[in-house]
């Protein structure tokens, strides 16, 4: 009995330790699983550590990270803060050096772009402020075509002999995401605005010059109050627009606001599906330009 | 003008002294005059080019800390890891391709640790006049049959005069937690954590390096930490889910836990399930289980001297299936043994008033078994969150009798058998609010070996407990238990206890680990 057991465990130890793909990657989110499958293909399969509906700063440190990033030859994530509650306890915890930060193992797709909110006050009183900038990088295709030229590079010095692959990712991708803007641009002119809930989609706001019409939570992390509700109901009555929230965010305000303003009430996660790649992510894209653009008076 | 006026009085200031001589011929006073008029221009002209190129500095500097130089050429060279600090990301937009950047973003201050300081304090009432908070930590067990006189009358060591546990009726602080933690170099993670006490006095909570490079998922710590035993034990009190320690931790290992002085290695080996092994050495100075009499009492009582260090080791092993993406689960196994257990016993006899001691020493075993499961669901702030936390401890101290006032029994050995348990849960019902219920026990096996069965029972508790996460960084916490404390064979105190609880983190926004 023993030596089975033993036999089971050696067998495990061989499936763990033989990859398949020439580098394991783990992405943070669902949108940088898929940039990691658009730029590398069929040549790498990320593992992704939280789905779609999960807010990433909220998310705790879990053994089940710590064993995905204990090989991992690259963590992909979307910095600038947005993952400091857990991803540093995990990396820690993985025991892995090669992905520590200032490693090759380390990427973060924020530090690769210009952020927008850069530089705001750095006080508490303000709410969950990052002085560092607006981490939510990921929902502005433009900057994520050139987070995957990027992580092209970065894969290519892991993986020199995928480089050409790679390269030819970035610039698919990007290519299809220019063919996309063009028309994303034109349906999004003129369009009236959005309430967040959060000021979690305003890259994909500022790139398309859509006006964000406010937040419902007047102070990052805090929930609404009763007054800040009517406050913007007030500012707001007589507009058009349209309220968009991530899935993880409490309903009921923006239900009620949604209802008092006679606004579409929308419901989109940042992230796509944890199975998509680069069109699914193009995909996801269309699905709140979808949203923005039905909101017309 | 700045400039202009400086050239102006430059001008006046040659132009008296110069009248005053009474230039002789006109010619010269049109030179003088084109000389100076010449002057001024250039001057003019520089002190504006020096501030041109005073303001493009001011310019570049407040940009951002630029790594560009050494990185433009060939970012595959190992670049210098930019400074981080607010603003660092602003990237000047004229930036066509930046620098590939492998560190992380962080509005942490340039080069200084993270800190953090974390206020703990309550309101606290107990029917039975204060004393309830101290009398958790001091339940009956058959070792430590007069544990708190022992542990008054023999503080073995100055630093743990001070006690998480020691509240009064009314306003309580408990304590300031300082945390300074940072990268110390390419090799070495460090943090140190300093708790404040209401009086002023300072303890080392916590003081450790920890390796961050070596290879094959090996990891070293060294210095003062909270040991991986169980896990509860590496919990400071902030991260607890309740306001006090379980009675199985408090009784058997104190208020502080296995907290000493020692190396940690840990393994993390390459499984497909997450599976951390470890073993630490330690100093053995530890209140209770890893405890020693002073030298005085040691010379007393006729015990050995404390032996040199280490004398307590740990072994550990956990492991974490992977349960997708919503679920965790965690199992662990630890093993602690202290190779110098010193203790006395005090007894009296009916219609005596002398106190007898008998001193025993030994070496002493803790078993823990752990099992951690937590369920994140996708609801607002927590909301729908739950998870389920239970250890249970066994402690077995093998002791020699080495001194007594009655000669018979010296020399003959005890085996004193006790353990614990608590477990608990917590649910998020509402957005920011979280339920909790706790029931812990001390006791559940009371033997000493030779004697007949012990049978005064056990101590035990339930706790209810409510917690408002205000933000990320406050919280206020309402907590009421029932207890019932076995302080001697046929005596038990019964009694209610209320806790208000706030906790306040300031600083920098820390990461917790599982």
Same mark, same amino acid.
């Given at each position: 009995?023993?030596?089975?057991?033993?036999?089971?465990?050696?067998?495990?130890?061989?499936?763990?330790?033989?990859?398949?793909?020439?580098?394991?990657?783990?992405?943070?989110?669902?949108?940088?699983?898929?940039?990691?499958?658009?730029?590398?293909?069929?040549?790498?399969?990320?593992?992704?550590?939280?789905?779609?509906?999960?807010?990433?700063?909220?998310?705790?440190?879990?053994?089940?990270?710590?064993?995905?990033?204990?090989?991992?030859?690259?963590?992909?994530?979307?910095?600038?803060?947005?993952?400091?509650?857990?991803?540093?306890?995990?990396?820690?915890?993985?025991?892995?050096?090669?992905?520590?930060?200032?490693?090759?193992?380390?990427?973060?797709?924020?530090?690769?772009?210009?952020?927008?909110?850069?530089?705001?006050?750095?006080?508490?009183?303000?709410?969950?402020?990052?002085?560092?900038?607006?981490?939510?990088?990921?929902?502005?295709?433009?900057?994520?075509?050139?987070?995957?030229?990027?992580?092209?590079?970065?894969?290519?010095?892991?993986?020199?002999?995928?480089?050409?692959?790679?390269?030819?990712?970035?610039?698919?991708?990007?290519?299809?995401?220019?063919?996309?803007?063009?028309?994303?641009?034109?349906?999004?002119?003129?369009?009236?605005?959005?309430?967040?809930?959060?000021?979690?989609?305003?890259?994909?706001?500022?790139?398309?010059?859509?006006?964000?019409?406010?937040?419902?939570?007047?102070?990052?992390?805090?929930?609404?109050?009763?007054?800040?509700?009517?406050?913007?109901?007030?500012?707001?009555?007589?507009?058009?627009?349209?309220?968009?929230?991530?899935?993880?965010?409490?309903?009921?305000?923006?239900?009620?606001?949604?209802?008092?303003?006679?606004?579409?009430?929308?419901?989109?996660?940042?992230?796509?599906?944890?199975?998509?790649?680069?069109?699914?992510?193009?995909?996801?894209?269309?699905?709140?330009?979808?949203?923005?653009?039905?909101?017309?008076? | 003008?700045?400039?202009?006026?400086?050239? @102006?009085?430059? $001008? *006046? #200031?040659?132009?008296? &002294?110069?009248?005053?001589?009474?230039? %002789? +011929?006109? =010619?010269?006073?049109?030179?003088?005059?084109?000389?100076?008029?010449?002057?001024?221009?250039?001057?003019?002209?520089?002190?504006?080019?020096?501030?041109?190129?005073?303001?493009?500095?001011?310019?570049?500097?407040?940009?951002?800390?630029?790594?560009?130089?050494?990185?433009?050429?060939?970012?595959?060279?190992?670049?210098?890891?930019?400074?981080?600090?607010?603003?660092?990301? @602003?990237?000047? $937009? *004229? #930036?066509?391709?930046? &620098?590939?950047?492998?560190?992380?973003? %962080? +509005?942490? =201050?340039?080069?200084?640790?993270?800190?953090?300081?974390?206020?703990?304090?309550?309101?606290?009432?107990?029917?039975?006049?204060?004393?309830?908070?101290?009398?958790?930590?001091?339940?009956?067990?058959?070792?430590?049959?007069?544990?708190?006189?022992?542990?008054?009358?023999?503080?073995?060591?100055?630093?743990?005069?001070?006690?998480?546990?020691?509240?009064?009726?009314?306003?309580?602080?408990?304590?300031?937690?300082?945390?300074?933690?940072?990268?110390?170099?390419?090799?070495?993670?460090? =943090?140190?954590?300093?708790?404040?006490?209401?009086?002023?006095?300072?303890?080392?909570?916590?003081?450790?390096?920890?390796?961050?490079?070596?290879?094959?998922?090996?990891?070293?710590?060294?210095?003062?930490?909270?040991?991986?035993?169980?896990?509860?034990?590496?919990?400071?009190?902030?991260?607890?889910?309740?306001?006090?320690?379980?009675?199985?931790?408090?009784?058997?290992?104190?208020?502080?836990?296995?907290?000493?002085?020692?190396?940690?290695?840990?393994?993390?080996?390459?499984?497909?399930?997450?599976?951390?092994?470890?073993?630490?050495?330690?100093?053995?100075?530890?209140?209770?289980?890893?405890?020693?009499?002073?030298?005085?009492?040691?010379?007393?009582?006729?015990?050995?001297?404390?032996?040199?260090?280490?004398?307590?080791?740990?072994?550990?092993?956990?492991?974490?299936?992977?349960?997708?993406?919503?679920?965790?689960?965690?199992?662990?196994?630890?093993?602690?043994?202290?190779?110098?257990?010193?203790?006395?016993?005090?007894?009296?006899?009916?219609?005596?008033?002398?106190?007898?001691?008998?001193?025993?020493?030994?070496?002493?075993?803790?078993?823990?078994?752990?099992?951690?499961?937590?369920?994140?669901?996708?609801?607002?702030?927590?909301?729908?969150?739950?998870?389920?936390?239970?250890?249970?401890?066994?402690?077995?101290?093998?002791?020699?009798?080495?001194?007594?006032?009655?000669?018979?029994?010296?020399?003959?050995?005890?085996?004193?058998?006790?353990?614990?348990?608590?477990?608990?849960?917590?649910?998020?019902?509402?957005?920011?609010?979280?339920?909790?219920?706790?029931?812990?026990?001390?006791?559940?096996?009371?033997?000493?070996?030779?004697?007949?069965?012990?049978?005064?029972?056990?101590?035990?508790?339930?706790?209810?407990?409510?917690?408002?996460?205000?933000?990320?960084?406050?919280?206020?916490?309402?907590?009421?238990?029932?207890?019932?404390?076995?302080?001697?064979?046929?005596?038990?105190?019964?009694?209610?206890?209320?806790?208000?609880?706030?906790?306040?983190?300031?600083?920098?926004?820390?990461?917790?680990?599982?």
């Amino acid at each position: 009995m023993p030596f089975r057991f033993l036999t089971v465990l050696v067998g495990l130890f061989l499936m763990g330790s033989a990859p398949a793909a020439p580098l394991d990657v783990v992405a943070t989110s669902p949108s940088l699983g898929a940039l990691v499958r658009a730029v590398a293909g069929e040549r790498l399969e990320p593992t992704i550590l939280a789905g779609p509906e999960r807010d990433l700063h909220q998310l705790q440190a879990k053994p089940s990270m710590m064993r995905a990033l204990r090989d991992a030859d690259l963590v992909v994530a979307i910095g600038a803060e947005l993952e400091i509650g857990w991803l540093p306890a995990a990396i820690a915890g993985a025991a892995n050096p090669a992905i520590q930060p200032g490693r090759d193992g380390y990427f973060e797709a924020a530090a690769q772009v210009e952020l927008l909110d850069v530089g705001g006050p750095a006080n508490r009183a303000l709410g969950d402020v990052h002085p560092v900038g607006n981490p939510h990088v990921d929902l502005d295709p433009v900057r994520m075509a050139r987070i995957a030229a990027a992580l092209a590079e970065r894969l290519a010095r892991l993986d020199p002999a995928g480089a050409e692959i790679y390269r030819n990712g970035a610039a698919v991708f990007a290519q299809a995401v220019e063919q996309r803007v063009a028309d994303w641009r034109a349906r999004l002119a003129g369009a009236p605005g959005v309430l967040l809930y959060h000021r979690d989609a305003i890259y994909l706001l500022d790139r398309f010059g859509v006006p964000l019409l406010g937040t419902i939570e007047s102070t990052p992390g805090v929930p609404p109050s009763g007054q800040d509700l009517l406050d913007l109901t007030t500012k707001l009555k007589g507009r058009a627009g349209v309220v968009i929230q991530a899935p993880y965010q409490s309903p009921q305000a923006p239900a009620k606001l949604a209802r008092d303003l006679g606004w579409r009430l929308e419901r989109l996660p940042l992230a796509p599906p944890l199975e998509a790649d680069g069109t699914g992510y193009l995909e996801h894209i269309e699905r709140w330009v979808e949203a923005i653009a039905a909101a017309r008076p | 003008m700045r400039p202009s006026i400086l050239a @102006a009085g430059l $001008a *006046t #200031a040659l132009t008296v &002294p110069a009248a005053a001589v009474q230039a %002789s +011929s006109t =010619a010269e006073i049109a030179e003088l005059r084109s000389m100076l008029e010449q002057m001024r221009t250039q001057y003019e002209r520089r002190i504006q080019d020096l501030e041109d190129r005073l303001v493009q500095a001011e310019r570049r500097s407040a940009r951002a800390p630029a790594p560009a130089t050494p990185a433009a050429t060939d970012p595959a060279i190992s670049q210098p890891m930019r400074a981080p600090s607010a603003g660092a990301s @602003a990237p000047a $937009a *004229t #930036a066509s391709r930046l &620098p590939d950047f492998r560190g992380a973003l %962080s +509005s942490g =201050a340039a080069f200084n640790p993270q800190i953090s300081v974390i206020l703990n304090g309550n309101y606290y009432n107990d029917g039975i006049d204060g004393s309830g908070a101290a009398l958790v930590g001091q339940a009956l067990q058959p070792s430590g049959g007069s544990a708190h006189d022992h542990d008054h009358d023999h503080a073995q060591d100055a630093d743990h005069g001070h006690s998480h546990g020691g509240l009064n009726n009314g306003f309580n602080f408990s304590e300031a937690e300082l945390s300074f933690s940072a990268t110390v170099d390419p090799y070495f993670d460090a =943090a140190a954590y300093l708790a404040v006490m209401d009086e002023g006095d300072v303890h080392l909570e916590e003081a450790w390096l920890q390796t961050r490079a070596l290879p094959y998922g090996l990891r070293v710590k060294a210095g003062k930490f909270l040991s991986d035993f169980g896990y509860a034990n590496k919990q400071h009190p902030h991260a607890w889910d309740f306001v006090d320690q379980n009675l199985a931790y408090l009784n058997l290992l104190g208020d502080h836990g296995l907290q000493d002085t020692g190396v940690q290695l840990t393994w993390l080996p390459e499984l497909p399930v997450y599976t951390l092994l470890g073993v630490e050495a330690l100093q053995g100075d530890q209140e209770r289980f890893g405890a020693t009499l002073s030298d005085e009492d040691q010379e007393r009582l006729g015990l050995d001297a404390t032996e040199d260090g280490p004398r307590l080791w740990t072994l550990f092993a956990k492991v974490a299936p992977d349960l997708g993406l919503d679920h965790a689960l965690q199992v662990g196994v630890s093993y602690a043994r202290n190779t110098q257990h010193q203790e006395v016993h005090t007894h009296t006899h009916d219609g005596e008033d002398e106190i007898h001691e008998n001193a025993l020493a030994g070496e002493a075993d803790l078993w823990g078994v752990d099992l951690v499961y937590k369920y994140d669901s996708s609801g607002p702030q927590g909301q729908g969150d739950f998870k389920f936390q239970t250890e249970y401890l066994r402690s077995i101290k093998d002791l020699d009798i080495q001194s007594s006032p009655h000669p018979e029994i010296i020399g003959s050995r005890r085996t004193f058998t006790t353990d614990g348990f608590y477990a608990q849960a917590l649910y998020g019902f509402a957005p920011r609010w979280t339920a909790g219920v706790r029931y812990d026990v001390l006791g559940l096996t009371n033997e000493v070996s030779g004697d007949a069965h012990l049978d005064y029972g056990s101590s035990n508790r339930w706790s209810l407990n409510l917690t408002w996460k205000l933000s990320e960084f406050s919280q206020l916490r309402a907590q009421y238990a029932r207890n019932d404390i076995l302080v001697a064979e046929n005596e038990r105190e019964r009694f209610d206890a209320f806790y208000l609880q706030f906790l306040m983190s300031l600083g920098s926004h820390g990461a917790h680990a599982f």
